[in-house]
């Protein structure tokens, strides 16, 4: 059976920082594409970052280039994203997720429909 599952997330000031860290188990986590997609109540659900399974491709929405940073260890199955600079508008339930494939080349890998395994998601809110 395959857990995901998320944490870090917090309550923190404008400009701050937090760091998000994911575990995966029951699947090969070295294997999948990782993502971080973010969602607000009453939008849909929102591609963040992400990273091939080697590491040497990520991805980032606009939103959060230059402020955000994922990462991985193949190692520990962990996930991580660094967030600095941090906006009200950031402020979202956060979540983890596998992609569907098996060591799947690099790829635009933002869409939430490529992805099969998501955590139950931790929530960041920013205040101003």
């Known amino acids: 059976q395959v857990q995901v599952v998320e944490s870090g997330g917090g309550l923190v000031q404008a400009g701050g920082s937090l760091r998000l860290s994911c575990t995966a188990s029951g699947l090969t986590f070295g294997a999948h594409t990782m993502g971080w997609f973010r969602q607000v109540p009453g939008k849909e659900r929102e591609g963040v970052s992400c990273i091939s399974v080697s590491g040497g491709s990520r991805y980032y929405a606009d939103s959060v280039k230059g402020r955000f940073t994922i990462s991985r260890d193949n190692a520990k199955n962990m996930l991580y994203q660094q967030m600095n600079s941090l906006k009200p508008e950031d402020t979202a339930m956060y979540y983890c997720?596998?992609?569907?494939?098996?060591?799947?080349?690099?790829?635009?890998?933002?869409?939430?429909?490529?992805?099969?395994?998501w955590g139950q998601g931790t929530q960041v809110t920013v205040s101003s």
């Open positions: 997720a596998a992609d569907n494939a098996y060591y799947r080349g690099a790829y635009y890998c933002l869409h939430a429909s490529d992805y099969n395994y």
